[in-house]
Nanobody, 121 residues
Framework: QVQLVESGGGLVQPGGSLRLSCAAS????????MGWYRQAPGKERELVAI???????NYADSVKGRFTISRDNAKNTVYLQMNSLKPEDTAVYYC???????????????WGQGTQVTVSS
């Protein structure tokens, strides 16, 4: 069917940077909004950033000015550039996409399996 696969997570020092990627594959006609969510230990999953098909982006207040979401529509890929990382950013990061598999079917939401980001000294 449709799969979303994240990559780029890992362990970084406070103040460091990571770039996450999420590629959608399978039967895809078009992709609307794409986004990144995260879930820290003991906390609810929260929206980090979303980006529309036209490139309009929105961010959680906690990451504004530090994270940048972007997408490559030709590659069905969404990215999250994470700069000035803080220990509070430690979480499993999940990508999300609203995907239309055929021109006559509605959009539905797909999720990746998640990638661990750990910020620690």
């Amino acid at each position: 069917q449709v799969q979303l696969v994240e990559s780029g997570g890992g362990l970084v020092q406070p103040g460091g940077s990571l770039r996450l990627s999420c590629a959608a594959s399978g039967s895809i006609f078009s992709i609307n909004a794409m986004g990144w969510y995260r879930q820290a230990p003991g906390k609810e999953r929260e929206l980090v950033a979303i980006i529309t098909s036209s490139g309009s982006a929105n961010y959680a207040d906690s990451v504004k000015g530090r994270f940048t979401i972007s997408r490559d529509n030709a590659k069905n890929t969404v990215y999250l550039q994470m700069n000035s990382l803080k220990p509070e950013d430690t979480a499993v990061y999940y990508c999300n996409a609203d995907i239309r598999r055929y021109n006559y079917t509605p959009y539905r939401t797909y999720w990746g399996q998640g990638t661990q980001v750990t910020v620690s000294s």
